[in-house]
């Protein structure tokens, strides 16, 4: 019995270990709020907006629906922040879970 829980105990620990080490690439999600400039066809991070250069044809929609569109980054600047993570594998799943907020929300 001694030999079980100690074999378990050190599952337990490897596993923990993995998850809490191991990186996964986490990107934002689809619902993820950008801002369509629809006369350049771009899309802009709201963090970018005050450096973009946009006209007054704008709109607030999600990141899926830019990409739909066929819409580009405005700048580096959306680029960048919307840039995939290396994260270990539990803030992936603390994410999916909504336990913790995204980097992009």
Known sequence: MRKL???LF???LVISVIVSIVPVTISPSNDTRV???HNYNTFIAPQCFE???VTNFLEEATLGKATELGY???SMCTKE???PLQK???VKALIKMNLI???WD
């Open 10 to 12: 050190g599952i337990l």
């Open 88 to 90: 270990p594998i539990i």
């Open 51 to 53: 450096q973009a250069d």
């Open 35 to 37: 801002i369509l400039e």
């Open 81 to 83: 922040a919307f840039k």
């Open 5 to 7: 829980f100690i074999y």
């Open 72 to 74: 580009n980054e405005e």
């Open 101 to 103: 907020s995204s980097p």
